[in-house]
């Protein structure tokens, strides 16, 4: 499976209402955005943030809720991809009086530290985030103006970004890029008259808001008192909305550009029903947990029996964390040894595994094995989004091309068959792809509006020709 994509939040009660308890119940419905660190600001402290998972915390919750008492705050779970996986990068980050939260990732970080004084940029000791802080500070400084300094800052980063802002005077904004590569969205909570904004709608149900719309790209807005200011900084035609949202990342119960989530997955799975049917399968398993849905749909579109074959060990330690977003491979492995067969429902059976992702193979090859063990006579893997050959600088952990398992097995171009050498090295019977134009045709999105790069190294929608780096050099590990 697959890292910054984070999720943030904005939040203002109009009513003065303490917005706290709602920063932390929406942090907790976006965990599985970031697992890294959490944290959230309110005027005139310092940040609080905490290493691991926002419920680890819970002890804490009404100590924070009393101590940080506001009616506007940002927050953050973090999920690195550029930077050390360290206290010192979690967010929000604080620099003078102004506090951040950013979903997403600035591919040219580097050439925009050097516009900030001069300082040498790594990942060990800046992020992303902190250098374009940075540098919209300076543009405050000059043009006064938070509309026209994201309008120059935009114009100066490469990548993709969702912000948050809280600045000294309890104003709280939210910007997101002119391409729309990461979700961002708006609600309200009739209750206490509060405006949020979350990187998905399911933090806005989680704590009793309505969903009022999509956050535009290139859309400025800022929450307060009399309500929700939308302005423009950018203006684009073409939207590069992340396609790998909606057959993983995005949680099943989140709205993301208008499409329900949890339909989009199981569309996909009706789509490759039709295009990919293996007619003497005896039962349809879905890989645990963002798979589940697709393999539904494919279940009913053949008639096969849908089957819970696997299951997560969740009273384990990190037994519901996601495999993908962990920083380092050991814990990666350690995550995948909880998940646990149905002995009854694979043996002697062939059995057709629906999986929303292979990325460096680690999970693929260890449920493989979990399946013969089991005694399943023939594994059919069938997989929604299509092979991961080139890294992503829109706000996803493959940032080395060298740890993707398509890239290893078959190189570009050479004519190879992908599917068969993939098969073989993770020990699936048959490995079966999605492509882009099914994919987005089952999303409800023009392809042309929906960014591939990872899969067809077609960087266009960033307007970049990359220079690939390894982990080390992108991580900092």
Not at 48 to 64: D, H, I, P, Q, T
Not at 156 to 163: A, K, L, P, R
Not at 419 to 434: E, F, L, M, Q
Request: proline share 5%; aromatic share 8%.
């Amino acid at each position: 499976m697959v890292h910054e994509n984070c999720g943030v939040v904005g939040i203002f009660s109009a009513s003065g209402h303490n917005v706290i308890p709602y920063v932390i119940d929406s942090l907790r419905s976006l965990q599985h955005r970031g697992q890294e660190s959490w944290g959230f600001a309110v005027p005139s402290k310092p940040p609080f943030k905490n290493l691991g998972l926002v419920s680890s915390s819970a002890k804490l919750f009404r100590g924070l809720v009393k101590k940080y008492n506001s009616p506007a705050a940002i927050g953050h779970v973090r999920y690195s991809t550029l930077g050390k996986s360290n206290l010192e990068n979690a967010q929000p980050l604080k620099i003078k009086d102004l506090c951040i939260a950013h979903n997403g990732t600035i591919a040219n970080a580097e050439e925009l530290s050097g516009m900030v004084g001069g300082c040498t940029f790594t990942p060990q000791t800046m992020s992303d985030t902190l250098v374009a802080a940075q540098r919209l500070l300076t543009h405050l400084q000059v043009k006064g103006n938070i509309v026209e300094a994201m309008g120059i800052l935009k114009d100066e980063m490469v990548g993709s970004f969702c912000f948050t802002f809280l600045t000294g005077d309890g104003s709280v904004y939210a910007a997101r890029d002119s391409r729309g590569f990461r979700p961002l969205v708006l609600g309200h909570i009739p209750e206490s008259n509060t405006y949020m904004v979350a990187s998905e709608s399911c933090a806005i149900d989680s704590v009793g808001g309505n969903l009022i719309c999509d956050v535009e790209p290139g859309e400025l807005l800022k929450l307060g008192s009399d309500g929700v200011e939308h302005q423009k900084f950018a203006n684009e035609k073409r939207h590069a909305h992340c396609s790998f949202e909606f057959t993983y990342f995005a949680h099943p119960a989140s709205t993301v550009e208008g499409v329900i989530v949890y339909e989009a997955r199981k569309r996909v799975g009706h789509y490759l029903a039709r295009k990919y049917p293996f007619p003497d399968a005896d039962v349809v398993i879905p890989v645990p947990d963002s798979a589940r849905p697709a393999a539904l749909g494919y279940a009913q579109e053949l008639g096969i029996p849908f089957e819970e074959g696997l299951l997560k060990d969740r009273y384990r330690k990190k037994g519901s964390m996601r495999s993908f977003i962990e920083p380092y491979q050991e814990d990666r492995v350690d995550i995948n040894k909880g998940i646990i067969p149905i002995k009854q429902v694979i043996e002697g059976k062939h059995v057709v595994v629906i999986d929303d992702s292979i990325v460096r193979g680690t999970s693929s090859e260890s449920i493989m094995k979990t399946l013969r063990l089991a005694g399943a006579s023939k594994i059919s893997l069938i997989v929604t989004f299509p092979p991961i050959r080139f890294p992503c600088y829109a706000g996803i952990d493959f940032p080395s091309q060298e740890e993707l398992l398509a890239y290893q097995q078959v190189p570009v171009g050479s004519g190879e068959d992908l599917a068969r050498k993939v098969a073989n090295v993770i020990g699936a019977d048959n490995v079966v792809y999605n492509d882009t134009s099914t994919l987005a045709e089952a999303i409800g999105i023009d392809e042309k509006d929906l960014c591939f790069s990872c899969s067809t190294g077609d960087y266009t929608p960033l307007g970049i020709k990359p220079t690939f780096r390894t982990r080390e050099q992108m991580k900092g590990v």
